[in-house]
C-alpha cells in the first residue's frame, strides 16, 4: 500500500546509523581534552532551552508565533516547531568539526567513561545523553539516560543506544521519533541498523496526531527499512483507530522515499442509482523508473466488475504516452435494459500523447472510443461533466515549429455518443502551413496561410476535398498613446465533391473574396481616488472596420462551420463563422469601449468594464445553410463584459448581450464568489439565454434557458463543515442538479458524506419536466482520510470541485 506517510522515514534512519558513530569518535576527543572544569556552559552545544519545554517539539496554538499559525496549526491546536529549522544544511556535517563536552571524564585502559551530561555537536547534527562508555578496542560504546539526537526536520529520543564504529550497527530502544515538516510521529521498542545498512524496527507504531491524541495510527510488529533501495517491509501490521485495531495486514511494503513503488492504493467506495454499491481497489505497478501502470477491478453491484487499466511511458524519443481502458464482460443491468442488444459487454479505450522532440516537432495525440453511446453516463462516475459528453474525440497531430513557418497535419474524427445526432466529419487529414512573421511595430508583415482538408464520413452525406488559402499583409503601429492596425487580404475556397446526392450539382464549387480590415484604439488615463485608495482609470476607445466583398456560396457545402455565438470578443473578429466553410460578407464598423480602475500602490486591477456595438452598412447574404434569409440588421446587439476584484476575497464576473430592436435581453451571465479566512466560500450565479434564428442549431425547438446556481462550503468550527450546490431550473421551477455534504475534520483524520441528484441529459439539451420517462439520479459516496496517509473515496473531491465553484482540495 504506498503511502505519503513512509515518504521520508529514512532520515530517520539515517540518523541512527550517522549520529551514533560520532559519538565514538566525540568519545575519544572528550577522552584526550575534557571540557575544563566550570566552563561546561561554553562546551554545551544543545539546542535552545526553550525547545525542552515541550515533548517532542510540539508547541500548544497559544505559544506558537502568528506567522506560524496556519489551518493545520488551527485544526491541530498546535504545532511541531524545529529549533534546528534554520540551521545550515548546505555543508555535510561528515566534513565538520566534532564539539563534545561531558560533567566529568575517566579512561580506564581502552575504555572511556562519560558522565553528567554529554552533548555532542557536529555541523547541524547534534546528540545527547546522560552517560556514554566507549571500549576503543573493540570500536564498541553505549549512550545511557534519555538520549536526544537532533538533525534539521528530524528529531530522535530513546532511553539506550548502542553502536559499533567498525561494522556501523547501532540499536536504540523504547525510541520516540518526529519528522517535523511532515507532521509526523512515531515511536519503537527498539530501532536497529545492521552491518548491511537494513534497519530493523520491533513494535513500532506511526501517526500524524498531534502528541497524546491516538484518533489513528499505523503499528507493526516487525519492520525491514532498506535505505539503498527504498523499500520498507511490514510484518503484523494494523491500522488502529481510537487505539482499537481495524485492519490487519500480514504483509505491508511502502516506500521510504519519494521514488515510485508498486502496491495496493486506497479503495473508493460509494453508492449510484445507475449502478449501486460501487468499490474500486487500485493497484499500482512500477514497472521502471520511465514506465508504470495502474490496475483497478472495480465492483459494481447491478452490473458486475470492471477491468479498468492505464499504462504509461514516458521517453525523451518518443514523448509522453498513456494508454489504457477498460472492459466489462457482461454488464447484468445493461443486459436488462437493453435486451435488444447481442452484445452486453463494456468497454472503453483511450491513448494520449504528448511529444516535443528537437523544439521543432510537437506531436499530440487523443483518441477514445466507447463499446457504445451510453458508457460514459452509466461507468464514469467520477465527476456530471463526462457522463453528459456528446462525443469522443479522436485526434491525431503533428507541427512543425519554424522560425517563419508554421506547419500542422491533423487527423481527426469523433465517436458520436447520442443516437439522434449524426457522426461529425472526419478530417483524414487536414495540412495547414502558416507563416509566423515577427509582427515587429511599423514594419510591413506578410500574411500567408494554405491549408488542404479530406473530410469524410460513414453517413450518406456530401464528403470530399477543401482547399483554403489567404495572402496579404498588415502593418502593426504602437504608440505609448494607442494603436493602429490595417490589414488586407485575399482569400480562396474550392472544394472537390463527390455523393452530392443530386444530379447535375456542381462538384467543384469555388469562391474567393478580398478583405479590408483597419483596428485602432486609444489609452487616456487619469488618477481618481475612490474610498480613500489612490486608483488609476483608463479610457479605451477602440474602433474596428471590416469590408469584405459578397460572393454566392450556395453550392458550397458545410463541412466544420457554424454562426459564432454573438459576445463582446465577436466585435474585434473578422469572420462570423468557425470553420473554413464560409467568407463572409462585411461592410461594417465595431465600437467598444473599455475602462479600468488600477491600484497605485500594488498595480492590481480591480476593475475593467467593456461596451461595444456593431453597425452594419449593409445586408449579410452569407448564410450558413443557402436558403437562409440575408441578416438586414442595421446594427448588432450590444454587448457588456464587467469583472470586479475589490479586494482577494470577492470577485464578480458579468457580461450581457441586448437586442435594441426587439428590447429583449438574449443572453447574460453574472457569477460572484467569495472566500473568508477561515477557508469559507460562497458562491452565486446567474445565466439567461434566448435562442435566435441567425443560430442554426439540431433542436428547433429550443426554449430559453434560464438557470441560477448557488453553492457554499462553509465550516462549523474547528471540526465540522457543511457544503452544497444548487443548479436552478429558473423556466421549470425546479432542481437540475443538486449535491449536499457534511465533513468532519480533526487534526489527523477526516470523513465526508456526499449525496447528488441529477438528471442525466446531454451538454446544451433542455430537459423536459414534463416527459413521464424523465428520471432522477442520485449517487452517495464517502470519504476517509487520514492525513498523511491518504485515504479512499477520491471520487468525493472530484465532484466537490465540479460542484463548488472555487473550490480546490486543500492538502496537510
Known amino acids: 500500500m504506498s503511502s505519503p506517510l513512509f515518504a521520508k522515514r529514512q532520515r530517520l534512519a539515517l540518523a541512527l546509523s550517522l549520529a551514533l558513530p560520532v559519538l565514538a569518535q566525540a568519545a575519544q576527543e572528550s577522552a584526550a581534552e575534557p571540557c575544563p572544569a566550570g566552563d561546561q556552559a561554553l562546551c554545551s552545544t544543545d539546542v535552545p532551552p526553550a525547545a525542552n519545554a515541550y515533548p517532542l517539539d510540539w508547541v500548544p496554538i497559544r505559544e506558537v508565533p502568528e506567522e506560524l499559525q496556519d489551518e493545520e496549526c488551527r485544526s491541530c491546536r498546535g504545532r511541531y516547531i524545529d529549533p534546528l529549522a534554520g540551521a545550515d544544511t548546505g555543508v555535510d556535517p561528515e566534513l565538520s568539526d566534532i564539539n563534545a563536552s561531558a560533567a566529568q571524564t575517566e579512561l580506564e585502559g581502552d575504555e572511556v567513561f562519560l558522565h553528567g551530561g554529554v552533548s555532542v555537536e557536529q555541523g547541524y547534527r547534534r546528540l545527547k545523553g546522560k552517560d556514554a562508555y566507549y571500549n576503543r578496542s573493540e570500536s564498541r560504546g553505549k549512550l545511557t539516560g534519555g538520549i536526544t539526537i537532533r538533525e534539521p526536520g528530524i528529531l530522535l529520543k530513546g532511553q539506550e543506544a548502542s553502536f559499533s564504529s567498525d561494522t556501523g550497527e547501532a540499536e536504540i530502544t523504547e525510541s520516540q521519533f518526529v519528522l517535523h515538516q511532515q507532521h509526523m510521529r512515531g515511536a519503537a521498542r ?319 464549387p469555388s469562391t474567393g473574396t478580398p478583405l479590408f480590415s483597419l483596428d485602432g484604439g486609444l489609452y487616456f488615463e487619469r488618477q481618481t481616488t475612490l474610498l480613500d485608495r489612490g486608483l488609476l482609470q483608463t479610457l479605451e476607445p477602440r474602433l474596428y472596420y471590416l469590408y469584405s466583398e459578397y460572393e454566392d456560396q450556395s453550392e458550397q457545402p458545410d463541412f466544420d462551420s457554424a454562426e459564432l455565438t454573438f459576445t463582446y470578443n465577436q466585435l474585434f473578429r473578422e469572420t462570423r463563422f468557425s470553420g473554413r466553410d464560409r467568407l463572409d460578407d462585411a461592410d461594417q464598423l465595431s465600437v467598444g469601449m473599455t475602462t479600468r480602475y488600477i491600484s497605485e500602490e500594488d498595480g492590481r486591477e480591480h476593475l475593467n468594464a467593456s461596451i461595444g456595438q456593431i453597425f452594419y452598412f449593409r445586408d449579410r447574404q452569407v448564410r450558413l445553410l443557402s436558403g437562409a434569409e440575408p441578416l438586414d440588421q442595421s446594427s448588432s446587439e450590444m454587448a457588456g463584459e464587467v469583472n470586479f476584484y475589490p479586494n482577494e476575497r470577492l470577485t464578480v464576473r458579468g457580461s450581457l448581450v441586448w437586442d435594441p430592436h426587439s428590447t429583449d435581453m438574449n443572453a447574460g451571465n453574472v457569477q460572484a464568489s467569495y472566500e473568508r479566512d477561515d477557508s469559507s466560500i460562497f458562491s452565486v450565479g446567474y445565466s439567461y439565454r434566448r435562442p435566435l434564428t441567425t443560430i442554426q442549431t439540431e433542436n428547433r425547438n429550443q426554449q430559453v434557458t434560464e438557470q441560477a446556481h448557488f453553492s457554499a462550503y462553509v465550516p462549523l468550527g474547528n471540526r465540522w463543515s457543511l457544503f452544497g450546490a444548487v443548479n436552478y431550473s429558473v423556466e421549470a421551477g425546479e432542481s437540475v442538479e443538486d449535491m449536499f455534504g457534511v465533513e468532519y475534520d480533526t487534526c489527523c483524520w477526516q470523513v465526508r458524506l456526499l449525496h447528488l441528484r441529477y438528471y442525466d441529459s446531454v451538454t446544451g439539451e433542455t430537459l423536459d419536466f414534463n416527459d413521464p420517462n424523465l428520471e432522477q439520479e442520485s449517487s452517495t459516496q464517502v470519504q476517509i482520510v487520514l492525513k498523511g496517509m491518504g485515504g479512499f473515496g477520491s471520487r468525493v473531491t472530484g465532484l466537490m470541485e465540479d460542484m463548488i465553484r472555487g473550490y480546490r482540495e486543500r492538502e496537510y
Open 190 to 508: 527498539s530501532l536497529r541498523r545492521d552491518a548491511q545498512g537494513l534497519v530493523h524496527v520491533e513494535n513500532g507504531a506511526l501517526s500524524y496526531c498531534a502528541p497524546g491524541e491516538q484518533d489513528w495510527e499505523i503499528r507493526a510488529d516487525e519492520m525491514e527499512l532498506d535505505l539503498d533501495e527504498g523499500l520498507g517491509t511490514a510484518r503484523g501490521a494494523k491500522v488502529a483507530v481510537g487505539g482499537m485495531p481495524v485492519l490487519y495486514l500480514p504483509w505491508l511494503r511502502f516506500p521510504l522515499d519519494d521514488r515510485r513503488r508498486s502496491g495496493l492504493l486506497w479503495p473508493d467506495i460509494g453508492s449510484d442509482t445507475r449502478g449501486g454499491i460501487d468499490i474500486a481497489a487500485p493497484i499500482y505497478l512500477n514497472l521502471a523508473p520511465n514506465y508504470d501502470a495502474l490496475y483497478t477491478p472495480r465492483y459494481i453491484e447491478e452490473r458486475g466488475v470492471n477491468n479498468e487499466v492505464e499504462l504509461r511511458y514516458l521517453n525523451p524519443a518518443v514523448g509522453s504516452w498513456s494508454v489504457g481502458g477498460a472492459y466489462m464482460e457482461t454488464d447484468k443491468r445493461y443486459e436488462d435494459e437493453r435486451p435488444e442488444q447481442r452484445d452486453h459487454s463494456r468497454w472503453l479505450g483511450k491513448v494520449e500523447h504528448n511529444g516535443l522532440f528537437g523544439q521543432r516537432w510537437r506531436s499530440r495525440v487523443d483518441y477514445s472510443k466507447a463499446s457504445d453511446v451510453d458508457y460514459l453516463k452509466d461507468l464514469q462516475t467520477t465527476n456530471l461533466e463526462t457522463r453528459r459528453e456528446t462525443s469522443l474525440l479522436q485526434l491525431g497531430s503533428l507541427d512543425y515549429l519554424g522560425d517563419d513557418w508554421l506547419f500542422d497535419l491533423d487527423f481527426q474524427q469523433f465517436q458520436s455518443l447520442a443516437d439522434d445526432i449524426n457522426n461529425d466529419y472526419q478530417k483524414l487529414p487536414q495540412f495547414t502551413g502558416q507563416y509566423r512573421g515577427e509582427y515587429e511595430p511599423f514594419a510591413l508583415e506578410p500574411i500567408l496561410l494554405g491549408q488542404y482538408s479530406y473530410f469524410d464520413t460513414d453517413d450518406n452525406r456530401v464528403k470530399g476535398q477543401r482547399i483554403y488559402g489567404e495572402a496579404g499583409v498588415t502593418y502593426p503601429m504602437l504608440w505609448q498613446f494607442g494603436f493602429l492596425k490595417p490589414t488586407a487580404k485575399y482569400r480562396y475556397l474550392e472544394y472537390e465533391l463527390t455523393d452530392l446526392g443530386s444530379p447535375g450539382a456542381n462538384d467543384s
